[in-house]
């Protein structure tokens, strides 16, 4: 079992910035792929960016590329989403994700075991 709580949400002014952070505990997180995703009201759970267990290589939803980054401290087994430039349309709950699944189809939600409880992003225009 792995045990996830993101922290780190709040409002913003469209053009500002915000760090989100995931704390693991549990089993060994650095074992695992980590993930963000997020989910706006009415919305299904949309990929945001996902890093590799060693940290080596990360990934981005196309919306939020160049704009976001994504890091991990493995000795600290904690993963963070730097988020800047942001727009009103990146205004959702953001949820931090742990899989061992080590292939292609990392934006799919249902790859990923392990959820945090999530944390609210609100951006104003």
């Known amino acids: 079992q792995v045990q996830l709580v993101e922290s780190g949400g709040g409002l913003v002014q469209a053009g500002g910035s915000l760090r989100l952070s995931c704390a693991a505990s549990?089993?060994?997180?650095?074992?695992?792929?980590m993930g963000w995703f997020r989910q706006a009201p009415g919305k299904q759970r949309d990929f945001v960016a996902v890093?590799?267990?060693?940290?080596?290589?990360?990934f981005y939803a196309d919306s939020v590329k160049g704009r976001f980054t994504i890091s991990r401290d493995n000795a600290k087994s904690m993963v963070n989403l730097i988020m800047n430039s942001l727009k009103p349309e990146d205004t959702a709950v953001y949820y931090c994700?742990?899989?061992?699944?080590?292939?292609?189809?990392?934006?799919?939600?249902?790859?990923?075991?392990?959820w945090g409880q999530g944390t609210q992003v609100t951006v104003s225009s």
């Open positions: 549990g089993r060994t997180s650095s074992d695992y792929r």
């Open positions: 890093i590799e267990p060693s940290g080596d290589s990360t």
């Open positions: 994700a742990a899989t061992r699944y080590s292939g292609t189809y990392y934006s799919r939600p249902n790859v990923y075991a392990y």
